[in-house]
């Protein structure tokens, strides 16, 4: 069996009427709360992910060797502070 063949698409489920079994609604209502928290997860670290791959950039040229990066700052000889 290969990974693709072991994750299944999990089951729809509806929200449960407030008349319908109490621990059947329970079980349900903390079946959906798991998933958007696992999605809600994921989404998260997808966005670190992103800025992780954005920011490297500006720190490939750094040795951790020599200490964290230092900002350097150009200041354009026409403006005066």
Do not use: F
């Not at 489920?13 to 319908?20: F, N, R, S, Y």
């Not at 209502?29 to 791959?53: G, H, S």
């Amino acid at each position: 069996m290969t990974v693709e063949n072991s994750k299944r698409k999990p089951a729809q489920l509806d929200l449960p009427a407030l008349d319908d079994d109490p621990a059947e609604r329970k079980r349900v209502l903390n079946v959906l709360a798991q998933r958007r928290y696992r999605r809600k997860k994921k989404e998260e670290i997808q966005d670190l992910e992103r800025e992780v791959r954005r920011n490297r950039p500006l720190n490939e040229h750094h040795d951790p060797r020599r200490g964290p990066p230092i900002l350097m700052l150009y200041i354009s000889p026409g403006i005066s502070h």
